[in-house]
């Protein structure tokens, strides 16, 4: 068994598949950085100086030792607008390898050589040709 989830485990695919996902969770943290540090505080500023993640609807107000109890819906559209970056990012990438893919498709494939055999064949009836 433990032979077998070796053989899994340094199989091509999931090696690729462990790169993807660290690589596409570091991704996720540039992305929430550039939505909450660049993008959202010029559209906060054209809407009237708003802040979005500062956004709630209060439910209850904080008492004594207890705290308030929020819909921090501003918060989850600075999480829409991220995700709508990231998922724009990977359409321009994928729709790039896709074009890749048909140019190489379309690209007219060289026919084989003819073997020697026939080469050889091909001048000798030349050469009888010309006699």
């Known amino acids: 068994m433990l032979k077998e989830f070796q ?13 993807g996902i660290v690589i ?10 550039l939505v909450a540090d660049v993008i959202m505080p010029p559209i906060g500023m054209v809407i009237g100086g708003i802040d979005f993640s500062s956004l709630v ?26 995700f ?14 896709n074009n890749l893919r048909k140019k190489e498709e379309e690209a007219p494939a060289e026919p084989p050589a003819p073997p020697k055999q ?5 001048e000798i009836r030349d050469l009888l040709k010309a006699r």
Do not use: C, H, P, Q
Request: proline residues 0%; hydrophobic residues 55%.
């Open 57 to 82: 609807i209060t439910l209850r107000e904080a008492s004594e030792g207890v705290e308030a109890v929020t819909i921090n819906y501003g918060t989850f559209i600075n999480n829409v607008i991220a």
């Open 24 to 33: 596409g969770g570091a991704f996720g943290t540039i992305v929430k950085s």
């Open 7 to 19: 053989e899994f485990a340094l199989k091509g695919n999931v090696v690729d598949m462990a790169v």
């Open 118 to 122: 026939e080469v050889l064949l091909e």
């Open 84 to 97: 709508l970056i990231v998922a724009w990012a990977l359409f321009i990438v994928i729709k790039g390898m």
